[in-house]
DNA sequence: AGGCCCATGTAATCTGTTACATGATTCC
DNA sequence: GGAATCATGTAACAGATTACATGGGCCT
């Protein structure tokens, strides 16, 4: 049940939609979770009804109304308490990851174009963060804004989505690179 | 449907049992995947109804009988194509990372400690980790393992999990001084 | 005219987790 | 004597993904 703690999370600082909060979870951003526009339906319809967060429609002529969520006492009072609870270490679960161990075993062509293509997608991930971290910290340095900021939390979560790109990054490239120079001295021999 | 693909990576390389599969795939040790042992009995028994493995009965006295798994040639044929799909890109999915979003809004002291716990699970399993390349690697240097060693699939995988791990730990201790120190500056204003 | 963005959902299916069940052997 | 390890599952439930549905406005 950690979605719903997720979204009472992101809900914290900024009243949202749960369009915005469906691009917030979108692969494309989601530095701390990832979620579907239709969990975030679901989880934002069971939370108003518990009492944990409230929402108001805000009607508007040239687009479709929406409706702004807010996190409530009893919603605060939640985390709080998920906060307490013990977490359970994350792991890693990743296609890639599946196909590189059969590397011995699979066309390594095929290998290596994935393995570029994901490391593409990463690039494109860390100049995102790096952006974003930018943003939140102003004109202050990281140092500076990390003591003295307001709001940390989503400054620490991007920091780690950051080194998380940046390690697959840097992963993608050594292996590829390890089977192109395979390839090469088989061709070699 | 990529437990499927992880077992039968994971099956590439040697014959294992469904109990010795799932110590792979705990979170102890899984560096590539992650499931639980009913799942694998479950995916194991599926796996062998479409035939893209094999089990023998192993009979042992002073233990309970096994069955050993192989991936045959269908096996193989599935992973190939499996390798050849595009793979979507892995997300963070972390109770932690949550707990931090939130960092500015529940009780510091527990998030202080569930960040040191985490490191030192992290610098467990990196340790583990080199433990376990050093074991594939041998006498090698790593440099030389990865252009002449026969099978570099498993020691690849495990590299991203070090990496990973390593992540997490710099992560975690760099959040936690950051929030101890805000603990520190806000007594001292 | 075609495609993307805003904005919100329902329904069916697939995957993953939690709880439960059994029973012998080895280690402390 | 009690805990951990070996060895394999079933059943119920929770969580996530895929497919489908709707409809106006904006951009090229």
Redesign the interface.
Known sequence: M?LR??V???L?GEELSGYQLAKAFD?GV?????ALPQQLYAELARLEKDGLITGREVVQDTRPNKRLFQVTDAG?AE??Q???T??????????????????????TG??IA?LA??AT??QGKIELFERLLHTMRGDSTEEHF???G?????Y??C???L??EQ?NR??CE??AA?LR??QA?RVGD
């Open positions: 950690a703690h997720a009472l999370a992101a914290l692969v989601a530095n701390f979770w990832h605060s985390l709080e998920f906060t307490a013990a977490a359970k270490p994350s792991s890693i679960r990743d296609d890639l990851l599946v196909k590189v161990q059969a590397a011995d075993h699979v066309d095929q290998l994935q293509e994901r997608f990463a990390l003591r003295h307001e709001r940390i939390g989503p620490l979560t920091l780690r989505g080194a998380f390690g840097d992963w050594r292996s390890v120079e395979r001295t």
